[in-house]
């Protein structure tokens, strides 16, 4: 069983940034593939950012250029860079750990709200 907690989220203007991150527990942190999705109001989850085992990254188009995910297998942590936020990035966002070849683990979710 892998547990995930974000932090990080808040209210932020226009433009503004923030950093989330996602702490995992596990012994094998570093086997996992780290994802960060969102949900906004109404709507389905999507993707967000994805960080595989050998550090190959991938962005959803509305996020590229502005995001960025990371990791520090040390401190069994991922996060995401947010920068230049729009209000259409306000969603609950969420960590995803997935074990190959079918294992995956959810997060609780935190709130980022960006006004404009």
């Known amino acids: 069983q892998v547990q995930l907690v974000e932090s990080g989220g808040g209210l932020v203007q226009a433009g503004g940034s923030l950093r989330l991150s996602c702490a995992a527990s596990g012994r094998t942190f570093s086997n996992y593939v780290m994802g960060w999705f969102r949900q906004a109001p109404g709507k389905e989850r999507e993707f967000v950012a994805g960080?595989?085992?050998?550090?190959?990254?991938s962005y959803a188009d509305s996020v590229k250029g502005r995001f960025t995910i990371s990791r520090d297998n040390a401190k069994n942590a991922v996060f995401l860079q947010m920068n230049s936020l729009k209000p259409d990035d306000t969603a609950v966002y969420y960590c995803k750990a997935s074990i190959p070849p079918t294992l995956n683990y959810w997060g609780q979710g935190t709130q980022v709200t960006v006004s404009s």
């Open positions: 960080l595989n085992w050998n550090g190959d990254t």
